[in-house]
Structures are given as structure tokens and as C-alpha cells.
């Protein structure tokens, strides 16, 4: 007995400097590996059939959201000839949106929602279009009204998500171009639809991702005259905006996100995984980050899966799921408002209401949705998964790290919960890191004084630095 | 010495009697899916039905399908993004402007349907007998559908079934899945494949039949072997043309060795041919087909909405997987090699039956019942299938199941066939080849 335990711990001392000597290795390995790497790109182009020889049209048009009678009464007819199908008993929103708390918002929709209230409501600020490689984008451009005094407006581009659009931030704009605070800086926002999305063309070729938007809004920028900017997004807003961090690092001054995550596992985030209950302080989390990470099997695993069911059937079968949602303005609602729920909150799965409006307003759900609707835009939206999980989790960015100072405001009911030591696996220059009280996926939306607070104090670190 | 034979023989017998204990039935159970409270007593008549539909039922077809909003397909996407836009308004131009709903009505009618009160719900379900029963040894057969299919997926090897091969001929019981067609879908959660069996069981005593044969594919597979496993007294024979097998240290290691030493595995030369490359051929592919499960397992309510609004939206939804489940390779064509193997009058007939009735939601309930607890703890999947059974074995079936694979819980496979052409479908696609194997399978249980 004493010969087995002997021979037991010289095995594992053994092992333990085997393993440290791996990973020190490993760790040498990678750090070695990781230079200053750029993202690199093609043109493209976008248009149906074969790109003109004469050069593009590269004009800015103003452009206004319009609507008709007709639309409307083809809207009101469709919703009229909705089969409702009963959800099950005391079910709520665990099977999806619920079918009787449908009835109410549809109702709401048909007989008080005032879409042309909400299209003047759109056209409080300036839209433009104008064409791209082959394709024509929608952005609002938002100058503010003043400025003070030997100070420019600082140049920012939000990019948003699905299954939102540039309407989330109408209540971020007027926050970040107001000027009542003396000592805030104002900016010039420039909020673009990506291609696909509302009233921007869709692509009319295969392979339109990420890098592809990113290179698109690079351009819009530098046709609108900027030669520096700052970018802020969540959702797919944040790969677009990594990808132009990455592809033009001395061009995106600073990259603020509320969504980032981690596309490859790198080694300290396993570890982490591995280790971080036991040893939070070795890992620099938090009892908040604990408690949203741990056991990770059940949080991030099972989770994950019942939520990304249509992230699935989006990067498998665009085409097909998009096809009857086209036609039913009462199932693309159903569709899209699902996430307004459970992404808020995933215990909203269990109200019988799904806690929908307890965040945000009927008529605000119901703009972003009609924005979908008019614009028919429900199939290329989709596509946009099937286009960036199309190359699987091996796209050459997704293994380049961010050199662009970036800040992240950590929303605590966010789809994915990712902690301080993973957001820097990727931004390597990470200036702020925000943990907020409140507030999930649609950041902007449901909270913009706080986003906008957080905007404001990691440009300014940025400018601050600059300054130096 | 004494010592540790003592231990060995203990061991021994201890295995002996573990082994002996495992049950080889799964326990009945019992339910109420209607709306509300139980009722005290349930009307146990059977009542004939016919399926029916209206000017008013086509006009509204005609309206939604004239108001579809089409989105152009990217160019060259073939069918990799899902049903092709530009071959769906083909098939939408002939459902709107030939395709007969009464006359396939009719088509449904030829075969008596009746509908039966159990555990709250109405069942629905076609009763066939064979025309000449003197002289013949008439076996009971039940035949279960899966999605998006139908009873009607059957209308074509049913003549071949009812019509005698050497003095056997089978009277064939067709039900519809409770929330799939005209059998009522359950008001209460938790309706999954163990309360469909049971309720299947149920009909089957209900009719008179105290043993029986069964046949199915797709859920129609779980549903029957659920059926095996509950009243094994009464399951005469099991035929089936999907497995579902185990994942599990056996079938790892067959997936590991299986290229180089097959026959160390029990892989034969066309279970390699079938199965490897495994991840390209099964793990990717799986993938790339499994979204729709994957959303109909999660949120099935948010799912159904639309397509229950829009025809052309249920159409391309349930068609897609026509297309893909019959051969992968159609994914690589314009057309999607719908009409290859299917006529488009039998496809819309399946779909016309979806759409009619409303039930795509509850259809895709089923895949959340099934799956929302973790399947492999479940206790039919740990418990083995000892009742006699055959495989046919569809060269183009989603997922290939070896008979090594599938012995590990169906103790007693006593036919295991390779079949040369078909997929998913198969009793759709290759009716005469299912038929063929059916029979043999059958003959050879009733030699024992």
C-alpha cells in the first residue's frame, strides 16, 4: 500500500511539470505567434448580373421613408386572415411566443398602431442613399445642431443586429448629439442599414458577410468625408464593426461594443472555464461573472442550446424559413418579438406576456417590425448567417486579434456573458470595461442614458489620450 | 485462492442477476390531453369520417397564395439556401392554376377513414382491408407516419400490402400522429412518443386486435418501437426503415476503427461505403440539414406562425426536406429534384393536408416533447427491444444505422437489407421495394 502511494505522488508531481511545461510552451508559442496581423479584403460587387464597365454612380441622395394606403390595407388584410393556433396550457413563452398574448399585440397593431405617426417619427432624421459596390445603402446621417466652441463633432458609426435595425438608437441619437452637457463631447452619427437589412439593397451575389459590410461602411465613411472614426455596435453590428477595426486599424480611432463573443476558445479562456470556480481571483471574476458562467454546462451549453434554434435553421436554411415570414405580418411579428423577449431576459420565457413591455414600448416593437415588413427584407436578412457560418468558426478573422482601443459595456442580461479576461483574448486594448446595473441584448434600445454615459467616457479616454 | 474464487463466483452471479433484472418492457403509463379536467367516462365509439372541403376553403387557398411577396434567390444558389425561390413560383403556378384539391380529395376518400375518442383527443385513422380475404393469412398491421409526412405518404404501397403475396395479406391501420392531420393535437405539455404508443395501443385493442405487426420511419419508428417495448405480447413484428441508434462506447469504436478493420466491428463493406467519411457524411451533414429540428424542438409556437398564414411559406417548408431527404445531392440543382421521385400532385396532397387542418404547430410540438428532456436518459432509450425485427436500409436515408449498431438495443433483428435506391421517404419513393422486404421480413416470423 505505501509502494502505490509513493509511486502515486512521484506521478503526479511528475505530471503537474510535464503539464506546466506544455503549457509554457504553449503559451510561448502563441504569444510569438500573434503580431501585428491585418485583415485583408477584395473588392466586391453586389449588383445583379455583371458589374458596368462606366464607372459607379457614387452620388448621395436624400431619401424618405414613405407608405401608402394601400400598404397599409394589404398589411390590415393579411392580419385579418391570421390563423391563430391555440399555444398549449400554461405553457408561456417556453414554446415560443405565446399565442394568446399574440392576439393582443395583433390587435393593438391593427386598431391603435399608427404607422404613419411612426414613418414621420423615422423621418425626424436625414436618410440617404447611396450606391456601393453595386448595391445601393440606407444611413441616417445626424449632424448635431451645435458644437462648442474650437471643437469638432466627433464622428461615430453605429451599426445594428438582427433582428433589429438602425431604429434602435433613435433614442441613443439625440443623446450623443445633444449638447446641454458642457462637459460631454458631441458627435456626428452616421447610423447605416447593413445590405440586406430594411432600406438597404440586398446582395444580389452569394458570399456577402461580415467583411464585406465592413469594407461597404468604409467606404460610405470615407465618401461622406471622414478620415477617422469611432464605431459603437452590438449584435452583428459587432463583427462588422471588429472586421473595420481590423481591416483599417489607423482609421477606427476606438471600437465600443456591447456584445462580444469569443470566436475562437483561446487557452486562458479554457482554463478559465476549467479553473474559474475555484480560483475566481486567478481569473479576474466577479461573483456576478460566476454566477452567470457556472456550471458552465448548463449555462452555456444547454442555453445556448435552446436559444439558437433559428441561428441554425438561419446559417442552414434562409431561403426556406424567411419564406412564409414574407407573407405573414403576424408570424414575422411572432418571429421577431420573440427575441425582443427572451433576449431581454431569459426569465421572460416563463411570463405569460413574456415580460415584453415591461422594457419597451408596443409601438417602438412594432416600427422595427413594420421596418422588416415594408421593406420585405426578412429572407436576406437571414441570409447574412448563412453567409458569415457559411466558412464555419474558421474565417481568417476570427484569428486575428484587435489592436483598436476598445471599450465594452457589459449589459448583465446579455445572450452571451462574457467576462473582462475574454473580451481581452480578442481586444487587446481594452480601455474600459463597464459591468452595468441593468439592461440584456438590446442595449441601446432598452437602456440608452446608460450606453450613452458609457460612449462618452471611453471616447473621452480616447480623445484624452490623443490629446497627449 | 478460496478467497478470490469466492469473489469471482459472487461477481458472476451478481452480473447474472443484473443482467436478469433489466426490464424488458417499458412501463404503460397513462394520459389526458383533452381541454380542461378529465372527464369521468370517454365515448369509446369508433365513427366514420370523410375528408371534406369547400369553395370557401380553395378561395381562401387562391387568395393568400395570389398575395405571396417573392424574394429574388441569389444568383447560382441553387437549393443551398433552402427551396429556390424561382422554382417555387413553379410549383406555386400549378397548385394555384391545375392542381385539383377536390379530385385528391376524392383521392383520400377511397379508403375508409374513421375517428376515435382516446385520452381526450380524436385519432384519426384509415382502416384498409384486403379485398380477398378467403384462403389468406390476413395479418394486422399498423403503419406510422412521421414529418412532414402523412398517412398519405402510404396511399401508394397500400395497394400493394392489401393484395396477397404466396396466401399472406395484410389489413393495414394507418393513424394519424395526435397533432399532425386530422387527428386532434394535445392541449397539455408533455405529449411525446410514449403517450402517442400508448394511444396507438390502445386503438389497436380498441379494433380487436390482440397482436399485430407494426412498420414505421421517422417518428413513425420511435413511436412503433415504443409501442415494442410497452406490450411486446402484442407486437407480433417490427419493421423499420430509420433507426435511431445509441451513441455510446460501442459506436465510437466502430467509428474509430470501422475504415481500416471493419469486420473487427461488424461493419460490412456497404455500411462503410455508406458511412465514412463520418464527419463529412454525417456530422456536416447533419448539420447543415438539422436547423429545422433544432427550431421545432425550441420554439415551435414562434416557428408554425407564419407558415400557418402563408401556403407558399408551409409549402416550401415542408417541400425543402422532400427535395433534401430523398438525396442530398439535390441541394446541387435548380429544381431541387423535387419531381424525380414525387409527383406534384401526391406533394401538395401532403401539404394541402398540413394546411387544411392547421396543424403544422402541433406537428413541430412533437419534436419539443421529445427532445426537451435529454433523450438518452429517457427509459425506452435504455431499455432494449426484444420483439422480432427488420431493418430496410435506404442507401439515401439521413443517417446510415449498421445492423451492429442497431443490435445493441434490438435484441432480435431477424432481417437486416440493404436496399438499392431510395431515401427518407422510402414508402413514398420506393413503395414496391418497402413492400417486398415488409413481406419477407413478415414471412419469416410467422415460419418461427
Not at chain 1, 28 to 49: A, H, I, P
Request: with cysteine.
Amino acid at each position: 500500500m505505501w509502494c502505490i502511494f509513493h509511486c502515486y505522488t512521484s506521478l503526479t508531481c511528475l505530471s503537474h511539470v510535464l503539464l506546466a511545461l506544455v503549457i509554457g510552451g504553449l503559451i510561448y508559442f502563441l504569444v510569438q505567434r500573434s503580431k501585428n496581423q491585418v485583415l485583408t479584403t477584395e473588392d466586391g460587387w453586389w449588383g445583379s448580373g455583371a458589374p458596368r464597365d462606366a464607372g459607379e454612380d457614387d452620388t448621395i441622395r436624400s431619401f424618405r421613408v414613405t407608405t401608402s394606403d394601400q400598404e397599409l390595407e394589404d398589411l390590415y388584410r393579411r392580419i385579418d386572415l391570421t390563423r391563430p393556433f391555440p399555444s398549449l396550457e400554461d405553457s408561456q413563452f417556453n414554446y415560443g411566443f405565446n399565442s394568446q398574448y399574440l392576439q393582443k399585440v395583433v390587435s393593438y397593431w391593427r386598431n391603435e398602431f399608427d404607422w404613419r405617426k411612426q414613418v414621420d417619427k423615422l423621418n425626424q432624421y436625414p436618410h440617404f442613399k447611396t450606391k456601393i459596390e453595386g448595391i445601393d445603402i440606407h444611413y441616417l446621417h445626424v449632424k448635431p445642431k451645435k458644437v462648442p466652441e474650437g471643437t469638432s463633432a466627433v464622428p461615430l458609426i453605429m451599426v445594428h443586429g438582427w433582428p433589429g435595425s438602425f431604429y434602435e438608437f433613435y433614442g441613443l441619437i439625440p443623446l450623443l448629439t445633444d449638447l446641454s452637457n458642457p462637459h460631454n463631447l458631441v458627435f456626428e452619427v452616421v447610423c447605416p442599414s447593413i445590405p440586406g437589412y430594411g432600406f438597404s439593397e440586398a446582395p444580389h451575389k452569394k458570399g456577402f458577410d461580415s467583411v464585406c459590410a465592413a469594407r461597404i461602411f468604409h467606404k460610405l465613411m470615407k465618401r461622406l468625408g471622414f478620415q477617422q472614426y469611432y464605431t459603437h455596435a452590438g449584435d452583428w453590428g459587432w463583427l462588422v464593426t471588429t472586421n473595420m477595426a481590423q481591416l483599417e486599424p489607423k482609421t477606427v480611432k476606438g471600437l465600443h461594443l456591447n456584445f462580444a463573443p469569443p470566436s475562437k476558445p483561446g487557452l486562458s479562456m479554457a482554463l478559465s472555464m476549467m479553473l474559474g470556480r475555484h480560483f475566481p481571483k486567478l481569473f479576474g471574476f466577479t461573483d456576478f461573472d460566476i454566477q452567470r458562467l457556472f456550471p458552465c454546462m448548463e449555462k452555456l451549453v444547454v442555453e445556448s442550446i435552446k436559444e439558437t434554434g433559428y441561428m441554425h435553421i438561419q446559417a442552414t436554411k434562409p431561403d426556406t424559413v424567411g419564406r412564409g415570414l414574407n407573407d405573414s405580418p403576424v408570424g414575422l411579428a411572432a418571429y421577431i418579438l420573440e427575441k425582443f423577449s427572451t433576449w431581454t431576459s431569459h426569465d421572460f420565457r416563463n411570463l405569460d406576456d413574456g415580460g415584453l413591455t415591461r422594457k419597451f414600448s408596443l409601438d417602438d416593437l412594432l416600427t422595427n417590425v413594420m421596418i422588416y415588413w415594408t421593406s420585405g427584407c426578412i429572407i436576406s436578412s437571414m441570409r447574412f448567417y448563412k453567409e458569415n457560418f457559411g466558412q464555419g468558426l474558421d474565417a481568417p478573422h476570427a484569428k486575428i486579434p484587435v489592436y483598436v482601443p476598445t471599450g465594452f459595456a457589459c449589459f448583465p442580461n446579455e445572450l452571451m456573458h462574457t467576462p473582462r479576461l475574454w473580451v481581452k483574448q480578442k481586444y487587446r486594448k481594452l480601455v474600459t470595461f463597464t459591468p452595468m446595473d441593468r439592461g440584456g441584448h438590446f442595449a441601446a434600445m432598452e437602456e440608452p442614458q446608460l450606453m450613452a454615459e458609457d460612449i462618452q467616457k471611453f471616447t473621452k479616454i480616447v480623445e484624452g489620450k490623443v490629446k497627449e | 485462492l478460496w478467497l478470490e474464487c469466492s469473489v469471482a463466483a459472487g461477481g458472476i452471479m451478481a452480473y447474472i442477476v443484473y443482467k436478469r433484472k433489466k426490464p424488458r418492457t417499458i412501463p404503460l403509463g397513462d394520459g389526458w390531453w383533452g381541454v380542461g379536467e378529465k372527464t369521468l367516462s370517454e365515448d369509446q365509439k369508433i365513427y366514420p369520417f370523410q375528408v371534406e372541403t369547400s369553395d370557401k376553403e380553395i378561395e381562401d387557398l387562391y387568395e393568400r397564395i395570389d398575395r405571396t411577396r417573392y424574394a429574388d434567390p441569389l444568383e447560382d444558389g441553387k437549393f443551398h439556401y433552402g427551396f429556390n425561390s424561382t422554382y417555387l413560383k413553379k410549383v406555386v403556378s400549378y397548385w394555384r392554376h391545375e392542381f385539383d384539391w377536390k379530385k385528391q380529395v376524392a383521392v383520400l376518400n377511397k379508403y375508409p377513414h374513421f375517428k376515435t375518442k382516446i385520452e381526450g383527443l380524436d385519432v384519426h385513422f384509415i382502416h384498409v382491408r384486403p379485398p380477398h380475404r378467403e384462403n389468406q393469412k390476413v395479418l394486422p398491421i399498423m403503419i406510422v407516419h412521421g414529418w412532414p409526412g402523412s398517412f398519405y405518404e402510404f396511399y401508394k404501397i397500400l395497394p400493394l400490402l392489401t393484395q396477397s403475396h404466396d396466401g399472406v395479406v395484410f389489413e393495414v391501420i394507418c393513424p394519424s400522429i395526435p397533432g399532425y392531420g386530422f387527428s386532434e393535437a394535445s392541449h397539455k405539455q408533455g405529449f411525446n412518443s410514449l403517450a402517442a404508443a400508448r394511444i396507438f395501443l390502445k386503438l389497436m385493442e380498441r379494433l380487436g386486435f390482440s397482436q399485430f405487426y407494426l412498420q414505421g420511419g421517422d417518428w413513425g419508428s420511435l413511436i412503433t418501437t415504443n409501442m415494442a417495448q410497452m406490450k411486446p405480447q402484442c407486437v407480433k413484428g417490427l419493421h423499420l426503415n430509420m433507426c435511431m441508434s445509441n451513441r455510446g462506447f460501442k459506436v465510437l469504436l466502430s467509428l474509430l476503427i470501422g475504415p481500416y478493420l471493419p469486420f473487427l466491428v461488424g461493419l460490412s463493406r456497404e455500411d462503410v461505403r455508406r458511412l465514412f467519411p463520418f464527419f463529412e457524411k454525417n456530422v456536416f451533414e447533419m448539420l447543415r440539414e438539422s436547423g429545422y429540428f433544432h427550431i421545432q424542438a425550441t420554439k415551435p409556437d414562434t416557428a408554425g406562425c407564419g407558415v400557418n398564414d402563408s401556403p407558399v411559406g408551409l409549402a416550401a417548408w415542408i417541400l425543402e426536406k422532400f427535395s433534401s431527404w430523398a438525396d442530398l445531392k439535390n441541394r446541387d440543382l435548380e429544381d431541387g429534384g423535387l419531381e424525380r421521385k414525387f409527383s406534384l400532385d401526391d406533394l401538395l396532397t401532403n401539404v394541402m393536408i398540413y394546411w387544411t387542418t392547421g396543424s403544422i404547430t402541433s406537428s413541430m410540438r412533437f419534436y419539443k416533447e421529445n427532445l426537451g428532456s435529454n433523450l438518452n436518459n429517457r427509459v425506452d432509450f435504455k431499455t432494449e427491444i426484444f420483439v422480432p425485427t427488420g431493418f430496410a436500409a435506404f442507401p439515401n436515408e439521413l443517417m446510415h444505422c449498421p445492423k451492429s449498431w442497431a443490435q445493441i438495443r434490438y435484441r432480435n433483428i431477424q432481417s437486416y437489407t440493404f436496399m438499392p435506391r431510395g431515401g427518407h421517404f422510402a414508402a413514398f419513393e420506393e413503395p414496391q421495394l418497402l413492400a417486398d422486404d415488409l413481406f419477407n421480413f413478415v414471412k419469416k416470423v410467422e415460419k418461427s
